[in-house]
């Protein structure tokens, strides 16, 4: 069965980094596009980055542009995310997600299996 396992979150300071991995297993990695979406305490769930499934193309939401990386491992069945100057509202818990296809898109439906999430606090 698909399964989705993240990593990596914990507590950084302001303007430091953190790298998320997400493991994938039960399906063929290399077919789908995947994404990175968050949930900040008492919001809703916010899609944050997507790359496709050959990894040719990679989209940010704008609150993230600039500071985040997406990228992905297709030998390693791994996906990541490489987040940068971090800042107090980047907090939130943050879940990797298979796409239905190849293409990397924002609208939250278009992604069948999340993980767990793991959680990301950015605190002085």
């Known amino acids: 069965q698909v399964r989705l396992v993240e990593s990596g979150g914990g507590l950084a300071q302001p303007g430091g980094s953190l790298r998320l991995s997400c493991a994938a297993s039960?399906?063929?990695?290399?077919?789908?596009?995947m994404s990175w979406a968050r949930q900040a305490p008492g919001k809703g769930l916010e899609w944050v980055s997507g790359?496709?499934?050959?990894?040719?193309?990679?989209y940010y939401s704008d609150s993230v542009k600039g500071r985040f990386t997406i990228s992905r491992d297709s030998d390693k069945n791994t996906l990541y995310l490489q987040m940068n100057s971090l800042k107090p509202e980047d907090t939130a818990l943050y879940y990797c997600?298979?796409?239905?296809?190849?293409?990397?898109?924002?609208?939250?439906?278009?992604?069948?299996?999340w993980g767990q999430g793991t959680q990301v606090t950015v605190s002085s």
């Open positions: 790359i496709y499934s050959d990894g040719s193309d990679t």
């Open positions: 997600a298979k796409a239905r296809g190849t293409i990397a898109t924002l609208n939250l439906s278009d992604y069948n299996y």
């Open positions: 039960g399906f063929t990695f290399s077919n789908y596009a």
